[in-house]
């Protein structure tokens, strides 16, 4: 009956509810009113997620209800996840996703790619994840990636002869959300959390970072060393077989999909021309994809019917994102997030000439401001604080900033990235199973791969000024 009563989740709960009223007895003298209750919104917030104690947008609510009625923060910062350019992203990404399946066009695609990846387990997992990857150099957006190749790795799952609920089936949904996410964050312009970091480097500091010295940089350890290694645990950990006799039976589709496939092409062709030149033009990448999306809503014209977009758009999954930016958003704007990064600061060994220390500090502080402001916050937290800490540390601002990008690529839990729990839910797999790699990856990261980093960029003279 007890085991029945104290599952781990409820375990986790209970101790954040005690930890809760102790801060309410006895509050922090350097926390403000607002602030304290902003504390005590998220570590519940966070618990509940981590934890899938209620379903993620059951969370989502409660946070907004409880950040509303302790008037933490105005209306607009909590509800600004609803005003994010990425919410509006996943949205366009729902429709795209639909009209590529409903087209024939991700069986069609899976087909070209089946013959080349369906002839073991390995290369198939291993073929998509360089597929996904090598995306990240022509596609900027984690969720444009994933809206193009998730339908694609679904075709190929059945092709494979990989049921619902098989571990078949989630290791290619590993390696594609996998794929498509974290190897990217070492190219420049590929993910959210990097665009903000450049913009705010910019902005605060006036420092202008190359693409190429960014991808030597990163690309290496976190970018292919990386996927190598995610792709061995996916293998390891969802161990598979594909039915030969399933996959070698391609599909003969109706020609009429074929006008729908051309249509869809120029669409797919037209929105991917405005995001790599965004530079240019300076659309939002969310707007294009919006763009896109109500072309393919369209009576007659478009490609998804109003049958089809009722029953297939997940509306609970967008207010799941919601809650997760809006949570993001109040962390920022209440103060939080610069007190982490202070007492961080403070607490962590930070000492001119200790590269070593200071490399592993500054990763543990991007690491840890991530799991409370979530990704795109951290470089929002910590970029505006990188001179103080190249003081401390005597090396380069830039270098400080760079460390950025080693701490937030590197996701424990899955609702510190948006991109990740978007691609399990467009293939309407459990969330939570993503925790089957990230543990791992994250453990295999801190214990080896953050350890060669520093001896990569001691190689490229990073931490001389």
């Given at each position: ?351 001119p000439g200790a590269d070593a220390v200071n490399f592993i500090s500054l990763t543990a502080m991007s690491f840890f401001t991530g799991m409370f402001s979530t990704l795109p ?89």
């Amino acid at each position: 009956m007890l085991k029945f009563f104290f599952t781990p989740s409820r375990a986790a709960l209970l101790l954040v509810l005690i930890a809760s009223a102790f801060l309410l007895i006895n509050p922090p003298g350097m926390l403000s009113g607002l602030q304290l209750y902003t504390l005590i919104i998220l570590l519940i917030t966070l618990t509940l997620w981590a934890t899938s104690a209620l379903p993620e947008f059951q969370t989502s609510l409660l946070f907004f209800l409880s950040a509303i009625l302790f008037e933490v923060a105005t209306p607009t910062e909590i509800f600004s996840g609803f005003a994010s350019g990425a919410l509006w992203l996943i949205f366009a990404g729902m429709v795209i996703g639909m009209a590529i399946t409903n087209s024939g066009m991700s069986d069609r695609i899976a087909g070209y790619l089946g013959h080349h990846l369906e002839r073991s387990y390995p290369w198939l997992i291993g073929g998509l994840m360089l597929t996904c990857t090598l995306l990240g150099f022509v596609m900027p957006s984690s969720i444009g990636r994933l809206v193009m190749m998730i339908p694609i790795g679904m075709a190929l799952a059945d092709r494979c002869g990989f049921h619902t609920g098989s571990k078949g089936r989630t290791g290619v949904v590993m390696a594609v959300t996998f794929g498509c996410h974290l190897p990217t964050f070492s190219i420049l312009p590929s993910n959210i959390p990097n665009m903000v970091m450049i913009g705010s480097a910019e902005t605060i500091y006036g420092l202008h970072f190359s693409y190429t010295d960014y991808l030597l940089l990163h690309f290496p350890i976190l970018g292919a060393i990386k996927a190598i290694i995610i792709a061995l645990l996916i293998i390891k950990l969802l161990p598979a077989e594909p039915n030969r006799a399933a996959a070698i039976n391609d599909l003969h589709q109706d020609p009429s999909l074929r006008a729908k496939q051309r249509k869809l092409s120029i669409v797919l062709l037209t929105a991917l021309a405005f995001w790599l030149t965004d530079s240019w033009h300076g659309i939002n990448p969310a707007w294009v994809g919006l763009a896109a999306a109500c072309f393919l809503l369209l009576p007659k014209v478009g490609m998804v019917d109003q049958t089809t977009f009722n029953k297939q758009i997940n509306f609970s999954m967008l207010i799941f994102i919601a809650g997760v930016l809006g949570l993001g958003a109040l962390v920022n704007s209440s103060g939080l997030g610069k007190l982490l990064a202070m007492t961080m600061e403070h607490v962590l060994p930070l000492n001119p000439g200790a590269d070593a220390v200071n490399f592993i500090s500054l990763t543990a502080m991007s690491f840890f401001t991530g799991m409370f402001s979530t990704l795109p916050g951290v470089p929002a937290v910590l970029t505006p604080i990188a001179a103080d800490l190249a003081n401390q540390t005597g090396m380069t601002v830039q270098a400080v900033i760079m460390t950025q990008v080693v701490g937030f690529s590197t996701i424990l839990f899955p609702y510190q990235s948006g991109p990740l729990i978007v691609g399990m839910q467009l293939a309407r797999e459990p969330i939570m199973s993503l925790l089957r790699i990230t543990v791992p990856l994250t453990l295999i990261t801190w214990a080896i791969l953050i350890p060669l980093d520093y001896l990569w960029w001691q190689a490229l003279s990073m931490f001389t000024q």
